[in-house]
């Protein structure tokens, strides 16, 4: 590709040549100043770009990156939002998916709180038969002692299920800030597809402003090229017209001279 004498120069008098997708030029907006720069071509046709606002610079070198930016050119809403829309609903089935657990957790903690209000109930009564059988004297060891193991029992299963609480509420937190991050997540997942919406609109509006300015350029240079055609023509007439006169003014200097003779 030859490059475009017409095409602007930089401080090194190097020329810039633009790329295009479909004879159009490619912006894009530099996201630290959110300055929209077009895209130049590089000595091997790969699009390239500096934001002439604070100097940021992008190089696309790779085929997918390229093949990607290509899409984006052609149709930009529809690749943002179809990004944008696959991300969200994987995001919103994770978030489902935490909602669920969390769900679960709940009715485990209802069932562990009514598990153990059962076992202290169960405790109590324990404590009550350990007491009654106290006073019952010596014959009622073999009673008690097995009324102790009992109790006993209850109670590590009892401190079991404190520690299944504990693990349970603890997983409730995690789950809950896990929900907490995927929803702020979410949340800037469709301020961005907002943001590529506006600016697809934007390059949108600007691509078919630089066409209109194109279309107009072109047809300034056939009137221009027409109106030249038409003074050649007219050169051309008046350089035959010149040589008549002068071939007939020579014929009478001629004549005058022989008369003379």
């Known amino acids: 590709m030859e490059p475009n004498t017409n095409e602007p120069m930089n401080e090194h008098n190097v020329t810039w040549r633009t790329w295009m997708v479909d ?20 000595k091997k046709g790969k ?79 324990k404590e009550k038969e350990v007491d009654d059988l106290r006073r019952l004297g010596e014959e009622k060891n073999a009673a008690l002692a097995k009324a102790l193991e009992e109790k006993a029992a209850l109670e590590k299963e ?11 509420v603890s997983e409730k937190r995690r789950l809950e800030k896990m929900k907490a991050a995927v929803e702020e997540k979410l949340a800037q997942l469709r301020d961005s597809l907002k943001y590529w919406r506006e600016t697809a609109n934007y390059f949108r509006a600007t691509r078919d402003e ?17 109106l030249l055609k038409r003074y050649k023509k007219r050169v051309t007439t008046l350089g035959v017209v010149l040589g008549a006169l002068v071939f007939l003014l020579l014929i009478s200097v001629g004549k005058m001279l022989y008369e003379k003779a």
């Open 23 to 42: 004879g159009k030029p490619v912006q894009v907006r530099c996201f630290l100043c959110g300055h929209v720069f077009t895209l130049s071509q590089s």
């Open 47 to 125: 699009p390239y770009g500096v934001c002439p606002v604070c100097g940021y610079q992008i190089f696309f070198r790779m085929s997918e990156g390229i093949s990607r930016l290509i899409q984006t050119a052609q149709n930009p809403q529809a690749s943002a939002e179809e990004e944008q829309q696959k991300r969200e609903t994987e995001l919103e089935a994770k978030l489902r998916e935490v909602e669920e657990k969390r769900q679960a957790l709940e009715a485990r903690l209802k069932e562990n709180a009514a598990a153990i209000t059962q076992l202290q109930n169960a405790l109590a009564a």
């Open 158 to 168: 009892l401190q079991n299920l404190y520690m299944k609480e504990a693990s349970l």
């Open 210 to 226: 630089f066409g209109w300015k194109l279309v107009e350029t072109e047809e300034k240079l056939k009137q221009s090229q027409e």
